[in-house]
């Protein structure tokens, strides 16, 4: 009898095993495994397969001790409830276990002494990296440039040039934003937004003015701030009619705001978004989803910038480091409340 034929079991898997499953070098299926950004996301992906398939766990103490590292690192934020801060730990956690490595995770709560007490706990337990995730885009002050690893800050950046911060690109967000609102023939269009003291507000008024400019359309009246609440969307909406009747399109700074407008344009017999389109930012799926019709609102891709912040700390763990400021697009969700004009 002829015996069946098979892979071989007889023995653990290795990294080399692995790499030639995946038909890629030993260095690139390591660096695959390890969450690199210099691998393309295909050839991780082959990797990660192959390594399911011969149920590969690599020796964590012996990569460590060969590596001098602890394989863990801390994520320290400053608002652990807020729903901004959420979003990236989640993004930053699924990039740091495509590499198996432990986090903790600490919360300031926005003190200062409670934020260097983290910080001392942190590099006591001797992580490899430190990710600082903000609750604001203002920029916070550094932690300082003679810490004994590397640092990347997420949201809010750094005020120190010479950190590395990844944070959503606020300014193109209101560029994009106006953009849809224009290719949906609206030309009418305000721009109701939050508090003046956050950079973010600002930032989105100035891309924002710069797509109408662009576009040679005339904003209606000037960018009205005010809270990031229904309660503002509401009242800045009234006087907005008042003055402006014939406005078809509102820009809004949050999707809160946007559903406190909503509210005005309908008991002033304004459509939405037949007569008056309405945008929001942020993409919070609480409002969103329960806003008749659907809300269209900005996304920031805050997953996308906890990912992109693990995937930097994890360059300069491995001596790849960087400095400034970078801004990761952020996208337009299309939804009801911004149809066409017919």
């Known amino acids: 009898m002829t015996p069946a034929t098979g892979p071989a079991r007889s023995h653990t898997a290795t990294l080399s095993d692995v790499a030639r499953l995946a038909g890629v070098s030993v260095a690139t299926a390591s660096k695959a495994l390890n969450g690199r950004s210099q691998v393309r996301a295909e050839t991780r992906q082959r990797v990660i397969e192959a390594a399911e398939r011969l149920s590969f766990r690599p020796n964590q103490l012996a990569r460590g001790l060969l590596a001098g590292r602890t394989g863990t690192v801390g994520l320290l934020t400053s608002d652990l409830e807020g729903r901004f801060s959420i979003p990236i730990l989640m993004g930053a956690e699924d990039a740091f276990g495509a590499g198996e490595v432990a986090v903790f995770l600490c919360d300031a709560r926005g003190d200062a002494i409670r934020e260097q007490h983290h910080v001392r706990a942190l590099l006591g337990r001797r992580v490899d990296g430190l990710i600082v995730v903000g609750s604001r885009t203002d920029p916070r002050p550094s932690l300082g440039r003679d810490l004994a690893v590397p640092v990347v800050y997420a949201y809010a950046p750094s005020d120190d040039p010479a950190d590395l911060s990844i944070v959503p690109d606020n300014v193109d967000a209101g560029r994009i934003a106006v ?71 509102v820009l809004c700074g949050s999707d809160q ?34 806003s008749r019709p659907l809300l269209t609102s900005v996304d920031m891709n805050l997953e996308q910038v906890g990912r992109a912040a693990a995937q930097a700390l994890f360059g300069a763990i491995g001596g790849a480091a960087h400095s400034g400021v970078e801004a990761l697009p952020c996208r337009v969700v299309i939804r009801g409340t911004t149809a066409p004009l017919s």
Do not use: K
């Open 257 to 290: 705001i946007a559903r406190g407008v909503m509210d005005v344009l309908r008991e002033r017999g304004h459509r939405v978004p037949e007569d008056v389109a309405v945008m929001g930012f942020d993409n919070w799926q609480v409002l969103t989803s329960g």
């Open 179 to 249: 953009q849809h609102l224009l290719a949906c023939g609206r030309t009418r269009i305000a721009h109701i937004t939050g508090d003046p003291g956050y950079a973010a507000a600002h930032d989105r008024v100035e891309g924002a003015r710069a797509a109408l400019a662009d576009a040679g359309v005339v904003p209606v009246g000037e960018p009205r701030f005010g809270a990031w609440s229904e309660g503002w969307g509401r009242a800045a909406t009234a006087l907005l009619l008042d003055r402006h009747p014939d406005v078809d399109a």
